[in-house]
């Protein structure tokens, strides 16, 4: 029995004529209803009719390099959230959040201008450009508009509030 007729191999499929051998491309080649590989090629297709591959698992730097080096983007991220949070707990609440507010900004600009960011990489690049984008800006002009003394003042804001409110 050669190795091409053991059934249960993977990469094989079993018919009625016998055994067929099913030649994987690459790990996202499912086979179709035919039984055949549908992509050949492990580069995203125009339109998504499937789960896509998730992008997080890559490495930022070289795979001789150490852990952290490797995962660099998401750890500047979290080092710069969490300088904001500890500004937070000694009482300088606006430079804190608003350093928060700058860490999402930095890790959209990051996930936006880099191929790969390792683990910062959660979504598609689209979903988290947008998402790291719109609550860094949300948090940041939060932080501008806090009171006592606002660095930024929107005077509709306070129409608005009391129109709604009344």
Excluded: C, N
């Amino acid at each position: 029995m050669s190795a091409e007729d053991k059934p249960g191999r993977p990469g094989t499929a079993e018919t009625a004529e016998g055994t067929d051998e099913i030649e994987v491309r690459d790990p996202v080649s499912a086979p179709g209803a035919d039984g055949k590989p549908r992509r050949t090629t492990r580069r995203f297709p125009l339109f998504t009719r499937d789960t896509a591959r998730p992008e997080g698992g890559g490495r930022a730097a070289p795979s001789d390099a150490p852990a952290p080096a490797r995962q660099w983007p998401v750890l500047a991220v979290l080092a710069m959230a969490g300088l904001g949070l500890l500004l937070t707990a000694f009482d300088l609440f606006r430079v804190g959040i608003l350093l928060l507010g700058v860490a999402l900004l930095a890790g959209g600009a990051l996930r936006w201008l880099l191929p790969d960011v390792g683990m910062l990489a959660v979504r598609s690049r689209f979903t988290d450009i947008v998402t790291y984008g719109v609550l860094g800006l949300v948090i940041v002009l939060l932080a501008m508009m806090v009171q006592p003394k606002p660095w930024l003042v929107i005077p509709f804001l306070k129409d608005t509030l009391h129109f709604t409110v009344s």
